[in-house]
């Protein structure tokens, strides 16, 4: 299972930090016009907030988990290897 879902959430969580990043340049912060209609709209917070908190979320739980799948000795990886199969 592990092996279908994490390609899953890398895809998923790749497009929220991409969008995240992306933000800032595709609105514009001087026209309010341009962003009151988005999600979290009519606020600039607000529609930062909605657009870039997935990014921000996503880019600390990826790195959370390879952080710890990179602290894994090599008997935890060859036992968890044989659990799976």
Same mark, same amino acid.
């Given at each position: &299972?592990?092996?279908?879902?994490?390609?899953?959430? $890398?895809?998923?969580?790749? $497009? $929220?930090?991409?969008?995240? *990043? =992306?933000?800032?340049?595709?609105? #514009? $912060?001087?026209?309010?016009? %341009?962003?009151?209609? #988005?999600?979290?709209?009519? %606020? *600039?917070?607000?529609?930062?907030?909605?657009? &870039?908190?997935?990014?921000?979320?996503?880019?600390? =739980?990826?790195?959370?988990? &390879?952080?710890?799948?990179?602290?894994? +000795? +090599?008997?935890? +990886? =060859?036992?968890?290897?044989?659990?799976?199969?």
């Amino acid at each position: &299972m592990k092996r279908v879902l994490w390609p899953i959430g $890398f895809v998923l969580g790749g $497009f $929220f930090i991409v969008r995240a *990043l =992306l933000e800032p340049f595709l609105i #514009d $912060f001087s026209d309010p016009s %341009s962003y009151e209609n #988005d999600w979290g709209g009519p %606020s *600039l917070v607000g529609v930062l907030l909605v657009h &870039m908190g997935p990014g921000v979320i996503a880019a600390v =739980l990826l790195v959370r988990a &390879m952080v710890k799948s990179g602290n894994r +000795t +090599t008997d935890e +990886t =060859l036992d968890e290897n044989l659990d799976e199969d």
